[in-house]
């Protein structure tokens, strides 16, 4: 039976309890250990147990909130900001005396049996034990808002600290900016007045007392990641930057692990017992990613330079993969990428020759970024659309394929390997299908996984325009240009590159190129034969004709210009012809006057001079034989060719100083050059460089005229047609067949407008009509 207990002793039990118990005397007055237990059990019994330790926490808020709280924020109440770091150890220094003040009763109560039986959850805040809900209350207390003279102070301590531990730790690696060396680097002083040392001491101290008040991470956590931030940042800046031939990944790796974390380290786990270890290991995992998407982040502003400088540059691209399989940055890249393309690299300024060669370097760096293709798809479309608006695209690919030199487009088409199209594989050809991995999300889905893998460089350019046609059509152009403006008879290199290209495009596309091929060997062959008949006739001709006797069916349409040869030089081709029936037989020959090279002498009263030109370089220059001055309208009456043409010819022999024009049109010779200055001699483009074939619009020109009898037969029935009726009608009669010219809306108006300025056509109200007098 339970002794009866007055209301005398449960004061007096009380009294005892809130004595010992006070956080104000807590150390200052140490009771009997029996009396106060006893104390307890007369509240236990009297069923009060569960006051103790209600009244002791209540007393513990209000101490926090009305004395110690107000008591530590003004501690920071200074003006001079670089005094800070020194009262953020003062204040400190003052909340750990008032928790260790505490910390006696606290373990007191949480030693004591009889009390944790009656203890409500409720009353420690759901926590462990009391000594949990202290930190507790000292977070919601006084931590709850942190005003941001305190958050200087923290960032300017540890900042502090994590330069002198910097310093301290690497002898190599110091900032960027060289100071006197009489300074220390650590903390800015001269040597003799150092404080090193001391501000270590100071940051162990705070960050173990702010480990025993358990609220380390509370205080630091913030200005700590920050600081760390901002010197992962500088470090990767200062360090990888702009040299893209040295992989850094790992390098990077290790100085995180030594240098950042060596000093998160010193900052949770020296010395300290409350601060879980196990908190570096969660650092460590969110700095690494940090780090992986810093440096993704200075490679991404800078990939356009990359990739320009592939292949030097591969060590950039490998990491920069490395830290894409690490973050979520594909999509920030395909953005800036595309951006930087269409800012730096597509627009008039740039050569088309750079921009295929940007657009080269980005499929092979890509293709090592994003093996699988997606990043390439995505980010090379616009360069694709804008390299299908140039005229010369086409052009300057073929040149690049079968150019002398080292050129990525060579060396490829060297690999021997067949044109792939754009949807030439299917997915059904899972050879490792144990291996497969589906593409990735911003994959477009009408575009097959093997065919992104499988397409070569030069496949990928011939996919702009979708046909292969166009480029061997092209190459057939450049082809016939190469052999008519060299005049030469050596075509081995040229019949290793049509080997090559039939790998690529197939034989029967190339049929008129092996024919070109076959007439110069052809044309060598019959100049060697007239040469012996030459020979055996032991007749010298005044100028010897080696000719280059072309299929015409086969080539390319020539440029065409008019011109009489002299009659010296029209004796030589005709005597030529008349050598050329006599061993074909039924064949002749017409000449393209034009075309051609003439070897000359040029014999002056002070020097004789050599050149290689053109025969209507020629015709011009052999009519200052029979007199010293002609008119433009004079040489133009007697070469039958146009002033505009003939001027521009006559430029050439100004260059060369042997023609000046006295007057307006009047050139004369110049026999003698009397001391002329160099600077004298105009100077103009060579013509020489002039294609021998006609150019593309001129083509295109042609082969639209086969329209223009059946437009005026449309006209000349209904009147008048708007250009879609036109169009339609024209597809419905006069493009049936393989073998039909093509012609799109835009261009049949391109046409139709020409007519119009040549006034073969009447425009109006939308539609078009034939003038009265062609309908008559």
Request: glycine share 4%; aromatic share 8%.
């Amino acid at each position: 039976m339970a002794a009866k207990i007055n209301n005398e002793d449960v004061s007096k039990a009380w009294l005892i309890i809130t004595e010992v118990l006070s956080p104000a005397h807590a150390n200052q007055r140490k009771q009997n250990e029996t009396e106060f237990q006893n104390s307890v059990d007369v509240m236990i019994q009297d069923g009060l147990g569960y006051m103790i330790e209600e009244w002791f926490v209540e007393c513990l808020q209000q101490d926090l909130r009305r004395n110690v709280a107000p008591t530590f924020w003004k501690i920071f109440e200074v003006e001079d900001s670089e005094l800070l770091p020194k009262q953020l150890g003062k204040a400190v220094n003052y909340l750990h005396e008032i928790t260790m003040g505490y910390m006696p009763c606290i373990d007191r109560l949480n030693s004591m049996a009889v009390i944790l039986e009656n203890r409500k959850s409720s009353t420690v805040f759901n926590k462990k034990n009391l000594s949990e809900a202290y930190i507790l209350l000292i977070k919601s207390i006084i931590f709850f808002i942190m005003p941001a003279q305190f958050c200087k102070a923290v960032e300017l301590f540890y900042s502090q600290a994590f330069k002198v531990f910097h310093h301290s730790t690497s002898e190599d690696e110091e900032e960027e900016d060289e100071e006197d060396e009489d300074e220390c680097k650590g903390c800015d002083k001269e040597q003799e007045e150092c404080v090193c040392k001391d501000i270590l001491d100071n940051f162990h101290t705070i960050n173990r007392q702010l480990d025993d008040i358990g609220i380390l991470e509370r205080v630091s956590g913030m200005a700590v990641t920050s600081i760390v931030h901002d010197r992962i940042k500088h470090h990767i800046e200062n360090t990888c930057k702009g040299n893209f031939e040295t992989s850094y990944l790992k390098n990077l790796e290790e100085w995180l692990d030594s240098k950042v974390l060596g000093w998160l380290t010193l900052v949770y786990s020296g010395n300290c017992r409350n601060t879980n270890a196990d908190c570096i290991e969660g650092f460590k995992g969110r700095l690494l990613h940090f780090m992986y998407e810093t440096f993704a982040k200075t490679h991404i502003d800078q990939l356009f330079n990359i990739i320009i400088e592939f292949p030097e540059s591969e060590p950039a691209i490998l990491d920069l993969k490395v830290c894409l399989e690490k973050t979520d940055l594909r999509g920030t890249l395909v953005t800036s990428l595309k951006t930087a393309l269409e800012t730096r690299l597509l627009h008039p300024g740039v050569n088309t020759s750079d921009i295929l060669t940007a657009y080269i370097a980005a499929i092979r760096a890509l293709r090592i970024l994003d093996p699988v293709g997606v990043i390439l798809e995505l980010v090379c479309d616009p360069v694709r659309r804008y390299l299908r608006s140039r005229d010369d695209t086409v052009r300057q690919i073929v040149c690049n394929l079968t150019d002398d030199g080292s050129n990525e487009l060579l060396d490829e088409l060297q690999k021997g390997q067949p044109l792939l199209d754009d949807g030439c594989s299917s997915d059904d050809e899972l050879d490792d299908w144990e291996n497969w991995m589906p593409d990735p999300v911003d994959a477009d889905p009408r575009t097959t996984s093997k065919s992104r893998r499988a397409s070569d460089i030069i496949s990928m350019l011939v996919n702009i325009y979708g046909s292969k046609e166009l480029f061997v059509q092209e190459y057939r152009t450049l082809l016939a240009d190469r052999i008519l403006t060299q005049f030469n008879y050596e075509i081995v290199k040229e019949i290793r590159y049509l080997e090559l290209l039939k790998l690529r495009f197939g034989e029967s596309q190339l049929h008129y190129c092996e024919v070109m091929l076959k007439d110069v060997a052809d044309s060598k062959r019959l100049n060697s034969r007239v040469m012996d008949e030459r020979l055996k006739a032991a007749k010298r001709e005044e100028i010897e004709v080696n000719a280059m006797v072309l299929s015409a069916q086969f080539w390319p349409a020539f440029r065409e210009e008019k011109i009489k040869l002299p009659e010296v030089m029209q004796k030589s081709l005709e005597e030529y012809t008349k050598k050329f029936e006599a061993l074909k037989g039924n064949r002749t020959l017409n000449w393209k006057p034009h075309l051609g090279l003439v070897n000359i002498d040029v014999e002056l009263k002070d020097r004789t001079l050599n050149f290689n030109v053109s025969p209507v370089h020629a015709a011009i220059i052999i009519q200052f034989q029979s007199q010293e001055t002609w008119t433009v309208e004079e040489l133009s009456n007697v070469l039958q060719m146009p002033a505009t043409a003939l001027r521009r010819k006559i430029a050439y022999w100004q260059t060369q100083g042997l023609l000046r024009e006295e007057a307006t049109d009047k050139f004369v010779l110049v026999e003698e050059h009397k001391g002329r200055a160099m600077h004298d001699i105009i100077v103009t483009d060579d013509d020489e460089a002039e294609s021998a074939m006609a150019s593309a619009q001129t083509q295109r020109e042609e082969e639209l005229q086969v329209f223009w009898s059946y437009i005026v037969g449309m006209l000349t029935n209904l009147e008048s047609l708007t250009i879609d009726r036109i169009h339609s009608m024209l597809r419905m009669f006069a493009m049936q067949g393989p073998s039909a010219v093509e012609c799109s809306v835009p261009e049949l108006k391109r046409f139709l407008d020409s007519k119009v300025r040549d006034q073969k056509l009447l425009f109006s109200g939308g539609v078009y009509r034939l003038p009265k007098s062609d309908m008559m």
